[in-house]
């Protein structure tokens, strides 16, 4: 039963262009989401993350909206650049405590095209 | 500022054999993580220590794995006997209080 969803597998985004990585979850006491990236042969690294008393949060080029009703959530990358491919993973945790307890989606692999 | 660092990268054994995987979180980070990624799925936990105790061990396996963090510093993972579907990537993260978690480069383990 998978609780966090990344039903693109992939995104193939011109240089300059947004790009919209989408997630859906499962689980309505999920309380913290985070996106992460990650590049080949490295761990994930962290890029933005949202409490779900907001809808929007934004750094820099990236922007990730917050849907509860619907349960989505989705980054926003503005301007895409071509080090921005890498594989995209949405994760959700419980509680403000438990940051680190995170339950993952299977992850989007972003490609920029120069 | 060293990061999270896990020993080795790559480990190949087989099957029925025994592998005891090492991380080192970052300074000072009381919550140590064990994550598993297989086959391109999703990166599932495994367990979280906060400092030498086990808070939640709910996503290991079975009872092959055996993780242990020795004075609250570093932690271990073994696996034995290791069999064909413990082949992964295997994350150790930390974090430090309320804070995100930062995750090392990954083991990766193939058992064959």
């Known amino acids: 039963d998978q609780q966090v969803k990344q039903n693109s597998p992939s995104l193939s985004v011109q240089e300059g262009r947004i790009s919209i990585l989408n997630c859906d979850y499962t689980?309505?006491?999920?309380?913290?989401f985070l996106w992460y990236k990650k590049y080949p042969a490295e761990g994930p690294t962290f890029l933005i993350s949202?409490?779900?008393?907001?809808d929007k949060n934004e750094d820099g080029r990236f922007t990730v909206f917050l849907n509860k009703s619907a349960k989505h959530l989705s980054l926003h990358i503005v301007p895409s650049q071509p080090g921005d491919s890498a594989v995209y993973f949405c994760?959700?945790?419980?509680?403000?405590?438990?940051?680190?307890?995170?339950?993952f989606g299977q992850g989007t692999i972003l490609t920029v095209h120069p | 500022e060293a990061g999270v660092t896990q020993f080795p990268s790559h480990s190949v054994i087989e099957k029925g054999q025994t592998v005891t995987l090492r991380c080192d979180p970052i300074?000072?980070?009381?919550?140590l993580y064990w994550y598993r990624r297989v086959m391109g799925k999703e990166i599932k936990f495994l367990l979280h220590?906060?400092?030498?105790?086990?808070?939640?061990e709910s996503g290991m396996p079975n009872n092959r794995f055996l993780a242990e963090r020795t004075g609250g510093t570093y932690s271990t993972l073994k696996v034995q006997p290791a069999e064909l579907e413990d082949s992964g990537v295997y994350f150790c993260?930390?974090?430090?209080?309320?804070?995100?978690?930062?995750f090392g480069q990954g083991t990766r383990l193939t058992v064959v």
């Open positions: 300074s000072g980070h009381d919550n």
């Open positions: 994760a959700a945790s419980l509680t403000r405590t438990s940051y680190g307890k995170l339950t």
């Open positions: 949202i409490s779900s008393i907001k």
């Open positions: 689980n309505s006491m999920f309380d913290y």
């Open positions: 220590f906060v400092k030498e105790s086990k808070q939640d």
């Open positions: 993260a930390s974090s430090g209080g309320q804070s995100e978690a930062f």
